[in-house]
């Protein structure tokens, strides 16, 4: 069967040696595979290993970034809870935070009181607020607190309460009542507290949660009179993840723990370096009992109590069998948000962090950091192998004089921790360089670009410098232009991921960012995982990592995949239109293929078209779009349209529409000066929608534009008054392929992605092993382009595992849209 289906198609493959180089990809169009099945002929070769692959090439990348942290993976239910929140003069978003932040007053049953925060007697010089509530008249008074948008508690669980308080001029009863309030105001649990007196006093209890919600209070009341005062005030779940106190968050760290991680980057990204000098992440600050902590703003626009600290990134390593990659910052600010660095004669202290960091880890407990994490609870040491020095830097002369700094006095005071540098933001990794001169272990490189820049980067690692240090994707995502999790964006990864895979003696480690985003709360998207107070969301990025992170493979195998050509590339074809964005226009001719069009009998599916003293107008300034779409389609081997058109008011330009379906989707548009008037682009819509292409480039308003498209096979160009503007050439999809093998299982696994809307058959040989199993397992990962997992339908796309027939020679259909893992067990 295969013998003869190879002789039939044998004839019209293209050889394609995936080995070599998988890149020539692809942003496909529904039009140029409409009528092309693809085929592909793999060979694995089996006795061909080339590289091993690194044992943690799949890991975490962690920052308090979306309320990762606090109100994330940090257990605590209590926002605020030691008064220590204000407003963010540099970060908008952060400018409606105070002092008293998610917490209320409560005067119930007569009872009056007066609440302020004061810092005139603090609990100790980390954690100088607390609240102060002057109760002048008894009743049941206090102040209740929200938590992160609600409380939510599980009926039956226990909850442990802790608070500093402090009496003065008190009269009455000398306990507190702590309780769990649904938002009806029935009562979840409560405990009672004894032992209020003139002192700072910690008191502690537990409440069982009489009922589940989302939508609870946790309330301090007292029914005596005087002055109270209040601090740290916390409510933890006991079932945080592996049952420790001051804990995480059971069902995310569960989450992680599924994608089967080898380690984790942390505390960040932009919050290592601040904004500003009094900003950086200073690790010793989030270390200790969590009252001496002392906090610090977040520059995503929040605030960090450091509750979850350097102690408990290692406990999360060490539950998770993670390495520990902690960042230390080198004295610089964030590039993206001011340009201040420490100065070189008070660099000292900034290095000597990095120094005790390393002792905070692995010191013995008779040392200072070491008895530090020995008295948090943790004698033996975390094994720290590697330190990151500095996070995505920017390229100047401060930060080029510091790196080494630090590089060399972590070397001589720590000469086997292996070195991980910093090659700045963006692919053409401005710093490499340095970090070459500087022979770090490895160097971090970001990139947050496009899935067409991701399905064309492949090859990324086939030429790089094997003389130069490791690489490390310590950030990466790729990002259409909704910023959404698709699955063409996730499957763009994965892609991605087989040329890594297919170059692993040069790429040591990688992992997505950001990790997590809070549905309420994110500044940044898209990321892998979302959650609430109650629910986690699997991304479809997430299930690449997955997919990846548990199939990895010790060893490549040497491979090539042979792509039968698919049909010659057709023009792109179907109805045409006429819109705008943002802008009001007026359109004086249609024509396509010179041949005149009546755009008022045209369909309009948005905006506020008419026939205007013989112009076709829109004249809905607010509408995104507003679109007018053909009823007639267009199909030959050139298709020319030429549309003169005039703005009339507006921020942009308009867009000129082809290759559309019936209802007016799929296809193309051309953005003419989309972008607030800044840029021309081709923006495809076969599945979601992405800008294929764009150019620089603005128009006039009031001034009569003469704009043509002309579609040819395979290519599309648009010309303004007669200057070619953009050339665009429709690429052929492909097959992507990565093959390795699996010592312990003997397994050899092939991931396999599909990025084009065609399925692709292919035809699998397994040569140089004796015998292969007739059966392997497959997960697959497939759905529309678009596709998305959200709190509505959290499981649209999910991997499927299933059997299928193998051999040392099968055939097996990769769905369009898909990434797919085999795993065939050979005997040799
Ligand atoms: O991952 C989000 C941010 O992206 C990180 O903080 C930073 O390193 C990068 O710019």
Not at 75 to 82: C, D, K, M, P
Not at 235 to 245: A, E, I, R, S, V
Not at 422 to 444: C, E, F, H, Q
Not at 802 to 809: F, L, P, Q, V
């Amino acid at each position: 069967m295969y013998n003869t289906l190879e002789r039939v198609r044998r004839a019209c493959f293209v050889k394609y040696n995936a080995a070599l180089a998988l890149s020539t990809l692809l942003s496909l169009t529904a039009f140029n595979l409409a009528n092309a099945e693809g085929t592909a002929e793999i060979q694995i070769f089996c006795d061909q290993p080339t590289v091993d692959l690194s044992p943690h090439l799949y890991g975490l990348f962690f920052e308090d970034i979306n309320y990762a942290a606090d109100g994330g993976l940090y257990a605590e239910l209590v926002q605020n809870r030691s008064f220590e929140y204000y407003s963010l003069t540099k970060n908008r978003r952060g400018q409606g935070l105070h002092p008293l932040y998610a917490w209320n007053m409560i005067q119930r049953r007569g009872g009056q009181v007066e609440t302020r925060v004061t810092d005139a007697e603090p609990l100790n010089p980390n954690n100088r607020n607390y609240a102060e509530l002057q109760i002048t008249k008894s009743g049941e008074v206090g102040v209740g607190n929200k938590g992160y948008d609600g409380i939510h508690l599980d009926q039956n669980a226990r909850y442990n309460v802790s608070l500093y308080a402090r009496a003065k001029s008190w009269s009455g009863d000398s306990s507190l009542t702590i309780r769990l309030e649904a938002e009806d105001g029935s009562d979840c649990g409560s405990v009672c507290l004894q032992g209020l007196d003139g002192d700072w006093k910690k008191l502690e209890g537990v409440i069982t949660a009489n009922k589940s919600t989302d939508e609870a209070s946790l309330l301090v009341i007292t029914e005596g009179e005087g002055t109270l005062h209040l601090d740290m005030v916390s409510l933890f779940p006991q079932d945080t993840y592996n049952g420790h106190k001051n804990g995480l968050r059971k069902d995310l760290v569960q989450a992680l723990k599924d994608l089967n991680p080898k380690f984790l980057r942390f505390p960040g990204g932009c919050i290592v370096h601040g904004h500003g000098l009094d900003n950086i992440y200073r690790w010793k600050d989030s270390v200790g009992d969590v009252a001496q902590r002392k906090p610090n703003w977040n520059l995503w626009g929040y605030h960090q109590t450091y509750g979850l600290g350097y102690f408990e990134y290692f406990q999360l390593c060490e539950d998770l069998k993670m390495e520990p990659l902690p960042v230390v910052p080198i004295g610089v600010g964030c590039g993206f948000r001011c340009k201040e660095f420490v100065p070189i004669d008070e660099l000292g202290p900034h290095i000597q962090d990095a120094i005790d960091l390393i002792e905070f880890a692995n010191g013995p407990v008779t040392s200072t950091w070491g008895k530090v994490r020995a008295d948090m609870g943790h004698p033996e040491p975390f094994d720290l192998k590697y330190i990151c020095l500095g996070n995505e830097e920017h390229d100047t002369p401060d930060m080029r004089q510091r790196f080494p700094l630090f590089s060399q006095a972590v070397r001589e005071a720590y000469p086997d921790i292996k070195i991980i540098g910093t090659s700045g933001l963006s692919p053409s990794i401005p710093i490499y360089d340095l970090m070459a001169r500087d022979k770090v272990y490895s160097s971090d490189e970001h990139y947050y670009m496009s899935p067409a820049w991701f399905l064309a980067n492949q090859d990324r690692f086939d030429d790089f410098d094997r003389d130069k240090p490791l690489i490390f994707v310590g950030e990466y995502a790729a990002h259409d232009t909704d910023r959404k999790n698709t699955l063409y964006s996730a499957l763009s990864e994965a892609a991605f991921l087989n040329g890594i895979e297919r170059n692993a003696d040069i790429v040591d480690m990688t992992c997505y960012a950001p990790l997590f985003g809070h549905k309420n709360h994110s500044q940044w998207n898209p990321d892998l995982i979302y959650f609430d107070k109650r629910n986690v969301i699997r991304t479809t990025n997430y299930y690449v990592q997955q997919m990846y992170g548990q199939n990895k493979g010790d060893v490549y195998l040497r491979n090539s995949v042979e792509m039968k050509a698919s049909d010659a590339p057709s023009t792109v074809s179907g109805h045409i239109g006429i819109g705008t964005w943002n802008t009001t226009i007026e359109v004086d001719k249609v024509s396509v293929n010179g041949r005149q069009l009546a755009p008022s009998k045209w369909r309009v599916s948005s905006g506020d078209y008419s026939m205007k003293e013989g112009q076709y107008v829109q004249s809905d300034g607010r509408a995104t779009p507003a679109m007018s779409i053909s009823r007639e389609a267009f199909d030959a081997e050139t298709v020319t349209i030429e549309i003169r058109a005039r703005k009339t008011s507006g921020a942009e330009g308009f867009l000129i529409r082809f290759g559309a379906d019936e209802k007016g989707e799929g296809g193309y548009w051309w953005n003419v000066a989309g972008w607030n008037n800044s840029r021309h682009g081709i923006e495809n819509f076969s599945g979601g929608s992405e800008t294929v292409q764009s150019v620089n480039g603005s128009i006039d308003a009031n001034r009569w534009y003469d704009t043509k498209v002309e579609l040819t096979p395979g290519r599309i160009r648009c010309y303004l008054d007669g200057q070619l503007i953009q050339d665009y050439t429709i690429e052929q999809a492909s097959l992507s392929l990565s093959s390795t093998f699996d010592r312990e299982s003997r397994d050899v696994i092939l991931k396999l992605v599909n990025p084009t809307s065609e399925p692709i058959q292919a035809q699998i040989n397994l040569a140089g092993t004796s015998s292969v199993a007739s059966e392997a397992s497959l997960i697959s990962l497939s759905g529309a382009k678009d596709a998305t997992n959200t709190f509505e339908h959290p499981n649209k796309v999910v991997p499927e595992k299933s059997t299928i027939s193998a051999g040392d020679e099968f055939i097996h259909t990769v769905p369009a849209f898909a990434v797919e893992i085999i795993r065939v067990k050979v005997k040799r």
